[in-house]
């Protein structure tokens, strides 16, 4: 055990820095959260396999942690079934549980199995970790938090426009400049009727959805190798190019999709939404190009840009319609957002933007000059603590410089010092670290000093 | 997919009402912890299994949750192994990683493997999920939260101190009436010594440590089956009867231990923290019957019982001097302790101990009359959300009786209504909900009213 020990590759330990910085991101979303009438839940990080499975398409089933069954593990097995080397069969043998891989699903399967328990409509928030055994890169993780809302069992789009207003207050108190995109699933479905291709609605979505990444030269590659025909690709391209105002956008929709009558219900519900979302700070804007790849969403999808960092998507969402129905309960329709954490803390990292008060947390620490000098000092901590100031004593009687680093290391800002004379004397030596001024002092107003 | 979806047996959802009071919890004490000056670390959810495996003992081991390797999990079986049947060899060749069983052994991991990066003595606390595979019961998990604070790299008793401080500290805060038992394992292996069976001293600390739950004749029965002799047990039988302030204890046992010298030293120790422990709320009380069952322990040893329910320790601790040992980084003295969320989490219950507050979130309900009515409401709605008071507006347009509903079931105590008559003279009416009375008021004055 000489060996230094380590963790998992793409999984990450947060020290007390990180932490103050991910904990001032995740309460701002929090607050946010709460303000708008949004609950908090909880689900276990472990689902049985059955709930998991086959939600997240074939690639994202084998993504999945999946945990040993304890005891006998190979109960399950047949004899010889080890020996066939068919290791999605086996997996399911010696596993049932499996780590979540999104909050979405198992928000499905709460909403399912308490139904009788919940008021709807209902306004969820959660914040918990999920786990994917993707390959680890930068920026890339086995194990990371999302911060979900989702309101479920209403129709009515006054909930875009909430979730929309949740966006920008986020941002706006994080200190990030965005633009929100919206779209709708319908416009898309729309003009997949117009160009005469419905039953590839899928794959146009999926490639319109790299358009940021490979470009619209590496779209219409993929819309060929899709067999849409160069007739088809042609007519796409005003709309992937299409510019304007979001009113100016629509407009021009309206008329292309004039056959459409799921593309103007798309523009109606767009229309709606855009309108009502009123003065905020963010950019938000309809972009047509929008998909988002994930196969359930069937109303409007929002993602959400930086605009001084370059980076992917900080947050994303939409509706969908039927998302308990694959747990046996149709007919509820959901619409949520989910804002990224990781990519968060790296844009307010490289735009400076956290407050510069997370770098401190003890505010005062008393040196210890030896058991006498550290017994003078304890009323005194406890007076500070009780009024409300985080306070240390160094526990033991070390060398001055010694403590003094660790004043440093830990950006303390005030020092409180009783050696033989301030005991004597009863008083107490304050010095401030920033300045580097210090005072001696009566105990009595050690705490307005502090203030 | 008919059939309602459930989680793991051990496994618990936590909805709204119950995440307030977790979080009620969980900020407490986080925020003393704050106030003493630790600082919060998290560590990943998987460790490698060579870092947790025999740490916990044989028992331990087994009630690892294992996770099966993504991909060919069977590439480092070989030929026949799976026939054997030795599923511990077999686990370890599917398994390379685990889920963490307590936050002790990720916190050693941690420091050795940060070492550079942190300034010693580390207070550092941690509130994060373990898992466990225990045959679920009532009370018992699978999956549940610890709150540790450590101070490691400190030999110091004030360290001591302080987390006694810190429990007295929670536990007043949170309304929950405790004694807190401290006890030193120097004294009980003085006492393994008096006895003449320093030999057998985790045997004793074992069967001792079962007092509460077994009684007196339960513990010599289980001393005898350890091999003690009647004469060696009898020897024990006015120590663990003894009664008396902490100080006539400590006098009787410094008679008592005279000729051993770690039993006297236990003994200083005990005396130390206890004559600074000052004037605080709980009882503290020195118990020579507290043994705590972990091995690691090496010094003082604390324990809080709740003084008005029946249920076991709601907090536990005590100094270890070597833990970073079994990681390659000797000679690290550490101190700690863990609040027992769920039991707490119970007590409070049981006393009735929650806030009121906690049962409302949302503060003012928007109802729904329709869509022109909505559109009047959704300015006053974000006035009143940027003057910092929680609010929704309900979705839909849907009968009033079902919106009302609504508005009793979350508790939401003021409701607002604007239909056609408000609309038009520009005011609406504002519904308390807990006196059921209603008035109609200009908007500029809603904010007002809300205070």
Redesign the interface.
Known sequence: ????????KG??????QE??RR?YIFNTIREVY????F??????????L??LMGKYGEEGD??L????N?G???RD?PAGG??E?A?GR??AQ????G?RYDLTVPFA??V???RE?L???F??YQIQ?V?R?DRPQKGRY??FYQCDAD?VG???L??E??LI?IMD?VFGRLGIRVCIKVNNRKILSGIAELIGAADKIVDITVAIDKLDKIGLEGVNEELRQDGLTEEQIARLQPIIAMEGSNEQKIATMREALAQSEVGQKGLDEVAFVLA?V?DVASQVQLDLTLARGLDYYTGCIFEVKALDVQIGSITGGGRYDNLTG???MPGLSGVGISFGADRIYDVMGQLNLYPEALAT??QL?FL?FGELE??YC??LL?QV?RA?????????SAKLKKQM??AN??MIPFVAMAGEDEVKAGEITLKNMVTGQQERIKPEILLEKLK
């Open positions: 055990m000489a060996q230094k020990p380590s963790i998992p999984t990450r330990d947060f020290g007390p932490m103050a904990n709460k303000l708008y009438g609950q908090q839940i909880e689900t276990p990080a472990m689902e049985n059955s709930v084998k993504l942690f999946k945990i040993l304890s006998d593990f190979l097995v080890l020996q080397g290791t086996l997996a010696l596993c049932e549980k780590l399967r709460y399912v199995q308490h328990e008021s709807l409509p306004r969820r970790p786990w055994a086995r194990e309101v209403s129709d009515s006054l909930n426009v909430e207003h207050t009502r009123g694959i747990f046996g947390s003890t620490l210890n550290a017994d304890l009323p406890h603590r409300g100031i985080s306070a240390e004593i160094y526990p033991d680093q660790y290391a830990r």
